[in-house]
């Protein structure tokens, strides 16, 4: 009976180990090479974040208000000081998330943060860095004018 608690608390804590510290990038393009490249971009910081990854998943995140000629966009940069940099293909927009409505000529943007990325980046003390709205921003390429 002693043998066998001691394997099930070594096989959680491998899990745990692995869940929280292993390296998860499943980005749809490069975003080192796009935020080092020449290409003309545009940033915008958050308006809200929502970091609660305590109540599961889907629970980190921000919400940001970008101009109209950007839904078109391929793909944009998500940077979160501390965390590093993720880039995702846009995958709707909307008028209003929570308490926030868009500003005529505008659309809001919620991107996520993984639940275990939160966690690990809580451990290790950067809560409050992560929490505030400033070290959010999303970069987009600028739109080709045609």
């Known amino acids: 009976m002693h043998r066998q608690l001691i394997y099930v608390l070594v096989f959680i804590f491998s899990l745990s180990t692995v869940t929280l510290f292993w390296p998860v990038n499943d980005s749809q393009c490069d975003s080192e090479a796009f935020l080092a490249s020449n ?7 958050a308006t809200k974040v929502v970091f609660q990854p305590w109540r599961g998943e889907h629970n980190v995140y921000a919400i940001f208000m970008v101009p109209d000629k950007y839904k078109k966009a391929p793909f944009f ?7 590093g940099h993720e880039c995702s293909k846009p995958y709707g927009y909307s008028q209003k998330y929570n308490d926030l409505s868009a500003e005529p000529g505008t659309y809001l943007v919620r ?8 966690l690990r980046l809580i451990l290790q003390g950067l809560y409050g860095q992560i929490n505030d709205k400033q070290n959010w921003t999303l970069t987009y390429p600028q739109p080709q004018d045609k």
């Open 39 to 45: 290409t003309q971009k545009f940033q915008v910081q």
């Open 77 to 83: 940069v998500l940077t979160v000081k501390g965390f």
């Open 111 to 118: 991107d996520y943060m993984r639940t275990r990325t939160a």
